[in-house]
């Protein structure tokens, strides 16, 4: 059933040598796409940082108001005592 035949020399085409397989290793993106995730991930973080600093900066103001509002609430406490012409209490 499955048997070879015979096949003149003549009839046969030349065999191609095929060219040797490049084993080096390929990069796994294209390096235009690694450039466009390199700026998508570093203009992240820049703006995570930004953010980051502002909400210190929301932080510190915060505080400063508070400091300013107690600063505010002794020193009319001091004028209060102080003042020789109110009364000091009940």
Given at each position: ?90
């Amino acid at each position: 059933m499955n048997r070879s035949v015979e096949v003149r020399r003549s009839a046969l085409q030349p065999a191609i040598p095929t060219p040797p397989l490049d084993l080096s290793p390929q990069p796994l993106l294209v390096p235009l796409a690694q450039r466009l995730v390199a700026a998508g991930v570093g203009s992240g973080v820049a703006l995570w940082g930004g953010g980051q600093f502002l909400a210190g900066a929301g932080q510190l103001a915060s505080t400063l108001s508070g400091v300013g509002a107690l600063l505010f609430c002794l020193a009319i406490g001091w004028s209060a005592r102080s003042s020789p012409g109110l009364p000091s209490g009940p």
